[in-house]
């Protein structure tokens, strides 16, 4: 039984739990977790360009890693589009839009089954819900690290259209997703055991999450990753499954040796600071801008700016999957003049041909823009995001740097949102309430709070 649609398949999931056991265990019927205190998940999260990414290159340059950067930001912003024009003209945008899986950014590692096989997963904020690639799988490129084989697995459990159900049954649930890079996705629908095991957290558990099990996958290049965690607010979602809070907190992701970014799930997950309402739209989080400072001033920009508008349009997208932040036109050309009058009379600006839209100065980061003022996102209800000069900008080679910061334009967008990356969240705890609806801004050293 082939379901194309998610949502279709999100009203029977449930209704079969009770029918549904592991191999362990055929009496258990709901999700369950491991640890008596308020329920926290950690995964440490791991950036392109980290030392323990599994396709780090330590012959890449500065300016290799920048290209790249810029590449993932573009398909990332293109495939945002590509959902939200679905998503007017069709229900089915959660089928076959989902945000591009091959240009991944922070990955996860959680293991999966018993006994646990560690698997590197792509955090994606504007995804839907859990899946891996499994054995056996056709058709599918090289992965890191070992495939997921449920037939080894005491814990899984597949979801059936009608019992009984065994694996290999050819009445399991199935599902089947093709992203806007023309990476394509097919397998089953199952419970699974999840293991997060941390050193300071210690080893704690969710007994039966839903979990995809691709068995067939194409991809447009090497995906670096053995599947998506998808985290918005559906129902499915592993966040919504373990108490529907969650949180991230991001070190630097320039350093290759940083390894202080990490990912909370659960009733533990880090919510602390201002606090500003999200809606989601296509499945994703859309937050209200009201205004931008630099330093002490406020720039001339009208909240009308960033306002999403009835037919989709605009609005402003707190993103897992861009690293650049991109703000709709006049939002930018208002804070780019602002950083002109700051930069022009000392230092020599460079051009690039392939990117002309970028801002970009002769100097380096680190000892020609100290005391470079902040760059202030003010949001509804007082929450501000800061980003500092490792945020604003982004050093291009030894002696070039540029602006983190880019015109949505620089895409053929019909929809022009703005999208704030993962630069601009550099340095903070971002956590979501998905009850209440609201995403939380923390500046903080990520190692205080660190698994």
């Known amino acids: 039984m082939a379901l194309n649609l998610f949502l279709a398949f999100s009203m029977c999931c449930f209704s079969t739990i009770g029918m549904i056991g592991t191999k362990a265990n055929p009496q258990v019927s709901s999700l369950s977790v491991s640890t008596a205190k308020p329920h926290r998940f950690v995964s440490k999260l791991i950036h392109p360009h980290s030392v323990h990414h599994p396709y780090y290159n330590p012959n890449e340059t500065t300016e290799d890693r920048m290209e790249h950067d810029i590449k993932r930001s573009l398909a990332r912003v293109a495939s945002l589009q590509a959902r939200i024009r679905s998503s007017s003209v069709s229900n089915d945008h ?24 560690p698997q590197l997963l792509v955090m994606d904020t504007g995804s ?9 799988c056709s058709n599918c490129a090289p992965y890191p690290g070992p ?16 019992p009984p159900c065994h694996y290999n049954s050819s009445n399991q649930l199935s599902f089947n997703v093709t992203y806007a890079d023309t990476t394509f996705v097919s397998g089953t629908l199952a419970f699974e055991q999840l293991v997060f095991d941390t050193c300071h957290e210690g080893r704690s558990e969710v007994f039966k999450a839903l979990l995809g099990c691709g068995h067939n996958f194409l991809s447009s290049g090497e995906p670096g990753y053995n599947g998506i965690l998808g985290l918005n607010n559906y129902n499915l979602t592993l966040a919504s499954q ?11 992701i320039i350093d290759s040796k ?24 296509d499945d994703m989080y859309y937050i209200t801008m009201e205004g931008i400072s630099v330093g002490e001033k406020s720039i001339n920009i009208t909240p009308r700016t960033f306002e999403r508008k009835a037919d989709g349009t605009g609005g402003v997208i707190i993103d ?23 930069l022009d009379g000392s230092f020599r600006g460079v051009r690039y041909v392939g990117e002309p839209w970028l801002l970009c100065y002769l100097g380096t980061l680190s000892t020609d823009l100290v005391g470079f003022p902040v760059v202030t996102f003010h949001f509804a209800e007082g929450a501000d995001l800061v980003l500092d000069k490792e945020s604003l900008f982004i050093q291009r080679n030894n002696d070039t740097f540029c602006t983190a910061v880019a015109p949505i334009n620089v895409v053929d967008l019909w ?6 990356g993962l630069l601009a969240q550099q340095g903070y705890n971002i956590g979501y309430d998905l009850n209440n609806k609201d995403i939380y801004f923390q500046r903080i050293d990520c190692e205080l709070i660190s698994s």
Request: with cysteine.
């Open 242 to 252: 373990t108490g529907k809070k969650f949180s991230y907190c991001i070190d630097s």
């Open 258 to 281: 940083s390894d202080h970014s990490h990912l909370m799930l659960g009733e533990g997950a880090y919510l602390e600071g201002d606090s500003t309402p999200f809606e989601v739209f």
């Open 147 to 162: 495939i997921f084989d449920p037939s080894q697995s005491y814990t899984y459990s597949p979801l059936c259209s009608s």
């Open 320 to 342: 897992s999957g861009s690293t650049f932040t991109f703000l709709v036109d006049e939002g930018y050309e208002v804070l780019l003049r602002e950083i002109r009058s700051l």
């Open 128 to 136: 839907p819900f859990l899946w891996v690639i499994c054995v056996p």
């Open 415 to 420: 929809s022009k949102p703005s999208i704030i």
């Open 94 to 117: 959660r089928a076959s839009l989902f945000p591009t899986a091959s240009h991944s950014t922070m990955l996860a590692n959680i293991s999966i089954g018993h006994p646990p096989i």
